[in-house]
């Protein structure tokens, strides 16, 4: 495993400040999401982010560095994750406005290209699988 991999230990942090402040802000302080479901831990948070990273950057972009550049195959899976989101956003009860549709795929985006750069600078799918299980996690646990 990467775990020297300073890089992913400070995008790490970044991402948990970055979520944490802007939770503080929306709600002015940290408070436990209403919908939150501790019990969904282990179900949705540890086998999603772990399932997603293995398809996405362990599969899927090690396909497409086979065949094409780093960047390339990197925007390509990042679109490829992004588009794995869209159901759950249209599915949404009750439904997502416009913008906050838009501004999630751009945030799963971004993210996608965040995990991509992650396993490619790493050689190692844990840094993305942590990051991606703690986003999703906080993202629950305060939105």
């Known amino acids: 495993m990467a775990w020297r991999f300073t890089a992913g230990y400070l995008v790490f942090g970044a991402v948990v400040v970055y979520l944490l402040f802007q939770f503080w802000l929306a709600h002015h302080g940290l408070r436990i999401a209403h919908g939150f479901i501790p019990e969904y831990w282990g179900r949705y948070f540890l086998v999603?982010?772990?399932?997603?990273?293995f398809v996405f950057r362990g599969y899927f972009l090690?396909?497409?560095?086979k065949k094409t550049s780093?960047?390339?195959?990197?925007?390509l899976q990042a679109i490829a994750f992004a588009s794995l989101h869209i159901?759950?956003?249209?599915?949404t009860v009750p439904a997502m406005s416009l913008t906050s549709w838009i501004g999630n795929l751009i945030s799963v985006f971004a993210l996608g290209l965040l995990f991509g750069w992650l396993y490619a600078c790493s050689h190692s799918l844990w840094p993305g699988i942590v990051t991606h299980m703690t986003w999703d996690i906080l993202v629950t646990l305060f939105a």
């Open 87 to 91: 159901p759950r956003y249209l599915t």
């Open 62 to 65: 090690n396909v497409l560095l």
């Open 70 to 75: 780093l960047t390339t195959a990197n925007v």
């Open 48 to 53: 999603v982010g772990i399932t997603e990273e």
